[in-house]
C-alpha cells in the first residue's frame, strides 16, 4: 500500500511533515510518496538516513496552494500545485490513498474535479472524530466541505457516518443523531425539519435529535449529522469554549500564588484535558464520498498528527472503504445494518 | 415604571420567581406585576411581608404553557397562560415591561402575534450578552428566535444589536462582526456570503467575519451577527466545550489524592471561572424588534437570575429603546453613528 502525502500546504514547514511521513512508513509498513518540491524532500530523506526510492517516492510538484487561496481558482490555475498533482497521481491509481494538511476548501474542489462523486452520494462529507468523556470516536459529518445542504445530502451523510463507524471503527450498531437546537421533532430550521423525516423512515438507527451541550460529555450518539456550516461553527464553538476554561484558569493562576501550587498538583488533570479534548492535533477528517481515500490533516499538523492521519488513511484503503460506498449504500440501508 | 414577571413557566416553582421579583421591586424601586396563580402569588408575598396593591399587582392566570408545548398551538390554545395574560397586559399598555424564563419559542411567537414588530424590523432576534476574557457585554443576535433567516434579516439584527450596544451598555462606536467559519469575504454559506455584501455597504461599523473560536478569548467585535439556527448552536457549543474541560477535571480530580490538595487551592480560579463564563444564570435575552419591552430569562432562572433579568428589561425602558428602534433605525445607520 502506498499512501500519497502533500507535504507543502500545511502551516508548518515541509520538513516537519516529511519526518511525519517517514514515520508513518517504518511503523505502519506501508510506502510513503511525497508531493512537493523534490530537493526539500531528497535532503529530508537524506537527514533520516533514507533515500527515494520504492519505499520513498516523490511526485515532484512546483507551486503551492496556500490557505488563503480561493478553492475553486487555486484548482483550475495551480496545475503544478503539490495538492493537484497528488490527486491526479490518486485518480491515476499510483497511490492508494492521499492526506494533505492544505486547504480543506481546495482539497475538497480538487477531489470533486479530479476523483469525481461516488455514483450514490450526492455530496462527499468531511467527517470528524471526536473523543468524549464517555469514550472516544464521536463521529461529525459534514465539518466543513459543503456549507450550503439539502435534506438528502444529511441523510447521505448519515449512511456515510455510519458506514464508517462500523467498517472502520468497529461499532456494530451506530445510533446516529441529527445536530439540532432542541430535542423535538419539531424544533430546528427547514433542513432540519425535512431530514428528520427522511432518517426516520430510513433504515439506520436514528435517535432523533441531538444538542451541541451534552455531545462531548454523554455522547448520547455514535454518528451526529448535520450540514458543514453548522458543523464548522460547532467544531470551532467547542474549541472557543474549552480554551475560554484553559485560559481563564492559567490567568487565575498566574495571580495567585496558592493557586500556582494548586495548578502544579492538579499537572495530571490538565494533561487529561489536553489528551482527551486535543482532537486537533491528532488524526486526519475523511473526505467521504468522493471516488478515493482523502483525509483532510489539520493545517497546524507536525510529524505525529501526520503520522496519525496517514493512519486513518491506510485504515480507510485496508477496508476498502470506497468500493463499500460505491457498492452497498443503499443496499446497506435498507437491509438495517 | 411597572415590570411584570411571568412566574409560572420556568423550570423552578413559582415561589422562587417571585421571590426574584420581590427583591427587584426593592433594590430597584420599581413596581412588579405578577403573571401566575393568584394564590401562589398572595402566599408567597405574605411570606415576604408584602402583600398585593400598587407596588406588586397580580395578572391572574389559569393555564400554563411549558417548555415542551409547540410555541404556534400553545399560544393559540392556552389564552389564560400566564405567558399569553401577561403579554396582553403590556399590549394594553399596563405594564412597561415583560419577562419570562419560559419556553423561548412561545415568548417570540405570542410577542409577535400579541405586539407586533417594529414597522422597519423584518423580524424580532434575540440578543445574548456574554462575558468574555477581555470584559463583559459580547452582544450575540440572533441566538435562537428565528431559525431560517434571509441576509436582510442578519442586516436588521446588525443595526438592533449596534444600538443596544450604545444605548443600553455605553459602547460608543459598536464593531459588529458576521459569525462564520473563515475570515475572508468568500467563507461561509450562501446566506452569509450575502449578508456581508450587506453588512459592508450599511454605515454600521462592520469589521469582517469572525469565527467562533475566538470570540470569548479575544472579543474582536462588539457585536455578533448569525441567523438564530446557527447563534444557538454557537452558545450551545461553548458551553458544552466549558462542560466537558470542567468535568473532565473533576473526574481527574476525584481520582488522585494530590489533585484534590490542587483543587483545594485553585478553588478561587474555578470559581472565577464560574463567575466569568457562567452567562446562563445572569441577565436574560432581550427579543429585539417587537413593539415592547420583552425579556427571555433561562428557564433554569432562581430568584438572583430573574432580579437580573427584570434589570436588563428595565435599563431597556428607561433607554425607550422600542421608541428608538421605530423612529431611527434607518436614519441612525445612515448617519453613521
Known sequence: ??????????????????????????????????AGDARTIEA?????????GERFSIVPSTDVISMDDPPVRA??????????????????????????PGNTGAVVVGSIFTLGRIAAIPRPGLLAVLPTLR????????????????????????????????????????RVGLLNIGTEETKGNRITQEAFALLRTSALDFAGNVEP???????????????????????????????????????S???????????????????????VLSYERHGGAPLLGVNGTVVIAHGRSDAVAIESAVDVARRQVEARLVERFGRGMQGWARDGG
Chains 1, 2 share one sequence.
Open 253 to 275: 493562576i498566574i495571580q495567585n500564588a496558592f493557586a500556582k501550587v494548586g495548578a502544579l498538583l492538579l499537572k495530571r488533570a490538565f494533561s487529561d484535558v489536553r489528551q
Open 75 to 100: 484548482i483550475r490555475e495551480k496545475k503544478g500545485s503539490s495538492l493537484v498533482v497528488g490527486l491526479a497521481a490518486l485518480h491515476r491509481g499510483e497511490v492508494d490513498g492521499f492526506v494533505s
Open 44 to 52: 529530508t530523506l537524506a537527514e533520516a538516513g533514507e533515500r527515494s
Open 135 to 174: 469514550g472516544p470516536n464521536l463521529l461529525v459529518v459534514d465539518v466543513g466541505a459543503n456549507t450550503d445542504c439539502s435534506p438528502s445530502h444529511l441523510a447521505a451523510f448519515a449512511l456515510m457516518g455510519a458506514t464508517y463507524a462500523r467498517e472502520i471503527l468497529r461499532i456494530e450498531h451506530p
Open 1 to 34: 500500500m502506498r499512501i500519497l502525502l502533500d507535504v507543502m500546504g500545511g502551516d508548518l514547514p515541509p520538513q516537519e511533515l516529511i519526518r511525519g511521513g517517514i514515520a508513518a512508513a517504518r511503523n505502519q509498513s506501508i510506502d510513503i510518496a511525497f
Open 213 to 251: 451541550h451534552h455531545l462531548l460529555t454523554d455522547r448520547p450518539v455514535d454518528v451526529v449529522v448535520c450540514d458543514g456550516f453548522i458543523g464548522n461553527v460547532f467544531l470551532k464553538s467547542i474549541e472557543g469554549g474549552i480554551s475560554a476554561v484553559t485560559s481563564l484558569l492559567k490567568r
